[in-house]
Each structure stands twice: as structure tokens, then as C-alpha cells.
């Protein structure tokens, strides 16, 4: 179904048409089609949903929409939302719908409830605390495999996942994992502390989410505990939401390396001040620092105009800075990976000084032939391209380095990336140049 047949079905009130074809639709996409309607039509739609496909549907939607239906549903209707949505998808929702409705949350929770979220809330932005959830199978490591089937069976369909449980012991320490493969395979009377296995991957509270992501990735993992700082359970993430966080990350470091500050609200709902504060602050410390290349042009100027140089400055500082973004855009995206550390930047230096110098020999040859057989002066030729050799290996070496370095200093790699290499290139390019020039012209 798409928009178009909804709005037609919406118009003609053939309520029980949308009700039948949204059964076969998949909650994913009809949170999208949702969020194509009207807040009105939207609200119509999502009455007609069964409650439990409304739940599932409602995580979906953008917070927006999220907060637009939780005010103008009813009480009732609230509450079927709230006992329906996973203990995560509940966290995420309390913490960016307005007061009043939190508050409207709230008052439909248990008190055990209450107090596990407001442990939620207090733990740090993007840690594990804050992206794990409570709804997992726990099992004891005396119980028989018999035992613990029936306790999935009777607990699994409230649970975000079932694919694996979490052994615990005294104080609800984490002892091991099993499986639902080992579980169905085993024999019905062996005890869980004879299948289970012991050698388990967990992460703290107060883990980074990036790191996290990092875990998933290298141990190829569905889902992954969580524990205290004494080793006690308190929850699990899957890897829907390590999705979402590997979505944010490289967001994150492309408007970075765009020389924007980070924003979470999507493009078309972010208001025009809110654009322009996010572009502002770095245009502006750009603007400033390439006050150093009209410096260095002014300090120059007898030179360029004596020996007509200005005409090779915009090529020359382009090359460096294209140079310079090439190199950081293949480290910055290695370190995202975790390919890169900080004990391999002398690999990484070594290789940018070898790249550099092969590329920029050929760019300064062809530069060198180019300006020879166009100007017939063999001194200009032999300066630009010497200036092209030094000014790409220095670029490579520069763009290769500095996110490295700036990983190592708790920084984001990506704010090393295009806009502010390219202006520290362009200083040193002309540096380079006008001293070359000095010692071949004047």
C-alpha cells in the first residue's frame, strides 16, 4: 500500500479496508507511511491498529510524531502504548518527549519501573547504561535444561530477545550464557552449568557506545550483557540498537568533516537558526584562519608581482588541500573501523611520505611539462613543480597524522578532516612556494 491508496482509502472512510491491508504491512513501514500523513490522519490510521501492532509501530516513529500521537491519544490508549513498548523503547521516548507527557508515562509504571528508569536517565549520553534494556531471559545455573525451556516459554514473549539467556548467581552476578540452540539440542535433564559457557563478552554501564559498537562488530554478536562495576547483570543490548548507534556515529563524523557541529535533528525538521548556529561557529574559525594565507600572500607580494606567481597559487594550494583530504578520509574512516591505532602512526607517516612523494612527483612532472611548452620558462616550471612535490608529501603527511593524533587526545578524528586541513595546507603550500620561488627567481 502506498500513500496515495491510504489517503484515497482514508477519504472514502473505508476503515475496514485500511485495517485489513495495514495487517499485512510490515510495522517498519507503516510507521513510515505514518509519517507521510497529516498528525490527524496519522491518529486515524493508528486507532485501527491492534494493540500490539500499535506498540511495535509506535517505536518506529520519529519522536515528533511520537509526542504529537502520546498528547492527543487517551489515557487508555496511552497506557496500552506504554505496557506494550520494550523497556528500552520506553527510556528513548521519556527521554525526548516533553514534560508533560513524561509525566502522562510515568503515572502508568509500576514503582519497580519508575525506579529503573530514573537509573536509566541517570546514566551518562550514549554509555551502555543508557542504550541497554532489562528484558532479558535470566536462568540459574542448577536448573535443568527442562527447567529453563519452560521458563522461556513462559516468560520469552514479553522479552526483547530469547536467542540467548544469562546465567546468574549469587547477586545476580553474571556466571555464563547459553544459547537456545544448546538448550533445544541438549538433553532435557542436563543442568545448565554443564552446557553453558563461562568465557562470556560483556561491557559496563559506563562504556562508550562507539566501543560498543566495536564489540558487536568484532565478535559478530546479537546481543551483548551488561554489568556493573561488580560484575552484577543489569541488562542487555541487542543489535537493533547498535544499528541505530553505528547510524549516528558516521553521522556524526560526516557533518564533522564538513565542519559542521553535530546535530540529532533530521534536515528537513531542523528550523533555519538551528542550521545556520550549527555551520556558523566553524566558518567562522576557518574564515579567521585563512587570514594567515593573506598574510603570507602580502608578505610576498613584491615577489608575485615581479614574477607574475599569482597565477599558480590557486592550483597549487587546491592540489595540497585535495591531497591533505584524500589522506585523512582513509585514516579517519581506518580509526572508525578500528584498524588503525594510535603505535601505527609511524606506519601511517611512513606510507603518507612514500604516497606523497609518488603522487606528487607525477602531478609535478606534468605540471612541470605543462607550464614549459605554455610559458616557455624552464625556472617557473622546475619551481612549480618541485613546489608540488613538497607541498602533496606534506599534505599526505599532515592528513595521514593529525586524526590520529587527535584520537589519542580524546578528540574526534573527524574535525581533522577537510576544512581544517585543507586551510593549514594552504598556509604551508604558499610557505613552500615563495621560498622555492625565492631561491630559483629572485
Known amino acids: ?18 485495517k485489513n491491508s495495514l495487517i499485512e504491512i510490515q510495522e517498519a513501514d507503516i510507521a513510515e507511511l505514518l509519517e507521510e500523513l497529516d498528525v490527524k490522519e496519522s491518529l486515524l490510521i493508528f486507532r485501527l491498529l491492534p494493540k500490539e501492532i500499535a506498540a511495535e509501530v509506535f517505536s518506529f516513529l520519529d519522536v515528533e510524531r511520537q509526542s504529537e500521537i502520546s498528547s492527543l491519544v487517551s489515557d487508555n490508549e496511552l497506557e496500552d502504548i506504554i505496557n506494550e513498548l520494550n523497556f528500552d523503547d520506553k527510556i528513548d521516548l521519556i527521554e525526548e518527549v516533553p514534560a508533560n507527557i513524561v509525566k502522562r508515562i510515568l503515572q502508568y509504571s509500576t514503582i519497580t519501573e519508575r525506579k529503573l528508569i530514573n537509573q536509566f536517565l541517570n546514566y551518562p549520553d550514549d554509555s551502555a547504561g543508557s542504550l541497554m534494556t532489562i528484558e532479558f531471559v535470566g536462568l540459574k545455573r542448577g536448573m535443568t535444561v527442562n527447567q529453563a525451556m519452560d521458563r522461556i516459554r513462559k516468560i520469552g514473549l514479553d522479552k526483547e530477545t530469547i536467542y540467548t539467556s544469562y546465567v546468574t548467581g549469587n547477586k545476580r552476578r553474571l556466571e555464563g550464557i547459553v544459547s537456545l540452540k544448546d538448550l533445544v539440542l541438549s538433553d532435557t535433564e542436563a543442568i545448565i552449568s554443564d552446557i553453558m559457557e563461562t568465557d562470556v563478552i560483556y561491557v559496563n ?218 586551510t593549514i595546507v594552504d598556509v604551508t603550500t604558499l610557505l613552500i612556494f615563495f621560498k622555492i620561488a625565492t631561491l630559483i627567481l629572485a
Open 1 to 18: 500500500m502506498d500513500i496515495r491508496n491510504l489517503t484515497q482509502l482514508i477519504n472514502e472512510r473505508k476503515f475496514s479496508d485500511i
Open 205 to 422: 554501564t559506563h562504556d562508550d557506545q562507539e566501543f560498543i559498537a566495536d564489540v558487536f562488530k568484532k565478535y559478530d554478536l546479537l546481543s551483548l550483557p551488561v554489568v556493573d562495576n561488580e560484575n552484577r547483570l543489569v541488562g542487555i543490548i541487542t543489535i537493533d540498537d547498535v544499528v541505530d548507534v553505528i547510524e549516528e556515529e558516521t553521522t556524526e563524523d560526516f557533518q564533522r568533516m564538513a565542519a559542521i557541529e553535530p546535530t540529532e535533528v533530521e534536515y528537513l525538521d531542523a528550523s533555519t537558526y538551528v542550521l545556520a548556529k550549527k555551520r556558523l561557529t566553524w566558518l567562522v574559525i576557518l574564515m579567521f584562519s585563512a587570514y594567515l594565507t593573506e598574510l603570507v600572500m602580502n608578505a610576498n607580494n613584491n615577489l608575485i608581482m615581479q614574477f607574475a606567481l599569482a597565477i599558480y597559487t590557486p592550483m597549487l594550494m587546491s592540489t595540497g588541500g585535495n591531497a591533505g583530504a584524500q589522506s585523512a578520509t582513509l585514516v579517519i574512516r581506518s580509526i572508525t573501523l578500528g584498524e588503525i591505532k594510535f603505535k601505527d602512526i609511524f606506519r601511517v607517516l611512513w606510507k603518507e611520505i612514500r604516497v606523497g612523494l609518488m603522487v606528487g612527483t607525477t602531478l609535478g612532472m606534468l605540471n612541470c611539462i605543462r607550464i614549459y611548452l605554455t610559458d616557455k620558462d624552464i625556472f617557473k616550471a622546475i619551481m612549480v613543480g618541485l613546489t608540488l612535490i613538497c607541498t602533496t608529501t606534506f599534505a599526505a603527511i599532515i592528513g595521514g597524522t593529525l586524526p590520529i593524533v587527535a584520537k589519542k587526545l580524546k578528540l574526534d578524528p573527524a574535525i581533522m578532516a577537510s576544512p581544517l586541513i585543507t
